[in-house]
């Protein structure tokens, strides 16, 4: 099992940077699959980006491909997403996910329903 907290959430103008942090429990968190997800109010919790156990493959939404980074460390047990040039529509509580028996390179990563655990989320807000 592993217990996810998410921070680094906040306020900023359109066109400024967040860098949000997932802090993992746990020994064994090179094990999982880690994926970022938001959700705007009104609409449905939407796949942002995923790193695979070891970091070296990353998958992202084309609405944040060439802004958001997506990044791990796993003797830190955290997991990073680095938002630049942000946009208003990029307001969303933010969700980091993870699941230990995922296939990375199958769909079910763009697929919230295949994480086992979640964060509490963290809110951003672009303002125009």
């Known amino acids: 099992q592993v217990q996810l907290v998410e921070s680094g959430g906040g306020l900023v103008q359109a066109g400024g940077s967040l860098r949000l942090n997932c802090a993992a429990s746990?020994?064994?968190?090179?094990?999982?699959?880690v994926g970022w997800f938001r959700q705007a109010p009104g609409k449905e919790r939407e796949f942002v980006a995923a790193i695979s156990r070891s970091g070296d493959s990353t998958y992202y939404a084309n609405s944040v491909k060439g802004r958001f980074t997506i990044s791990r460390d796993n003797a830190k047990n955290t997991v990073y997403l680095q938002m630049n040039s942000l946009k208003p529509e990029d307001t969303a509580v933010y969700y980091c996910?993870?699941?230990?028996?995922?296939?990375?390179?199958?769909?079910?990563?763009?697929?919230?329903?295949?994480?086992?655990?979640w964060g509490q989320g963290t809110q951003v807000t672009a303002s125009s």
């Open positions: 746990g020994r064994t968190f090179s094990s999982y699959a």
């Open positions: 996910a993870a699941d230990a028996s995922l296939s990375f390179y199958s769909a079910n990563i763009y697929n919230r329903n295949a994480y086992d655990y």
